[in-house]
């Protein structure tokens, strides 16, 4: 059974810290691994990372693929209060499997 | 351009009773997916609609169907609620050429 795994579950960081979230998987059939953020209620897409150690960079948000660990990382600098959310890792197998997310919330 | 809508946006069922949950795909994509996020866990993928078709299912029961029409909207059906049934219900769509899922607004389902 496909299995992916995120951690910590959750984290409270000042403003201007930095943040790093875990993801690990084990999948039968990897296509890709995306990260969504979620707020309220439709996750966003933020990152879609197919090839190992290529990152993918977005402002003050940034992640990175190893295939050979079977995991990735998400990097938050500089936080702010609008980065609390839930953080969603997926593998996609020809289907999104997700991990349990990890709460973030950033205090002023 | 519209993103994936879905309705209604909140649902309140009884147990037994049966539920239509409806999603309109992103502009130019022709594959549904739908998804259930309980409380505090991932969503978890119910089944994928391509070509009116059901491609690939999750580990659901049978109380769990859906339909593809052919504008590519879906629709997502449940029987015989329960009150483990009770979670938000997400839509995701994407295409065949650019496979990065954007999901709805979801719809939340209680059922007493």
């Known amino acids: 059974e496909d299995k992916v795994v995120q951690s910590p579950l959750s984290l409270v960081v000042h403003e201007g810290d930095t943040v790093t979230l875990n993801c690990s998987y084990e999948?039968?059939?990897?296509?890709?691994l995306l990260w969504y953020k979620q707020e309220k209620k439709a996750p966003t897409f933020l990152f879609m990372l197919t090839s190992s150690g290529i990152e993918k960079k977005s402002g003050r948000l940034s992640s990175i693929l190893d295939k050979k660990e079977l995991s990735s990382i998400l990097n938050i600098t500089a936080t702010q209060t609008g980065d609390s959310a839930i953080y969603l890792c997926?593998?996609?197998?020809?289907?999104?499997?997700f991990g349990a997310g990890t709460t973030v919330t950033v205090r002023a | 351009d519209a993103g994936v809508t879905q309705s209604p946006t909140h649902l309140i069922k009884t147990r037994g009773q049966q539920v239509t949950l409806r999603c309109s795909p992103k502009s130019g994509h022709d594959t549904v997916s739908w998804y259930q996020q309980a409380l505090g866990q991932g969503p978890q993928f119910i089944f994928q609609?391509?070509?009116?078709?059901?491609?690939q299912r999750g580990n659901f029961p049978d109380r769990f169907s859906g339909h593809q029409f052919p504008n590519y909207s879906s629709e997502l059906n449940v029987n015989a609620l329960l009150l483990g049934d009770s979670a938000l219900y997400l839509c995701a769509s994407s295409s065949d050429l650019q496979e990065t899922q954007y999901f709805g607004p979801g719809t939340r389902l209680l059922v007493l």
């Open positions: 997926a593998v996609d197998d020809y289907k999104l499997s």
């Open positions: 999948v039968t059939n990897f296509r890709s």
């Open positions: 609609y391509y070509e009116e078709e059901e491609r």
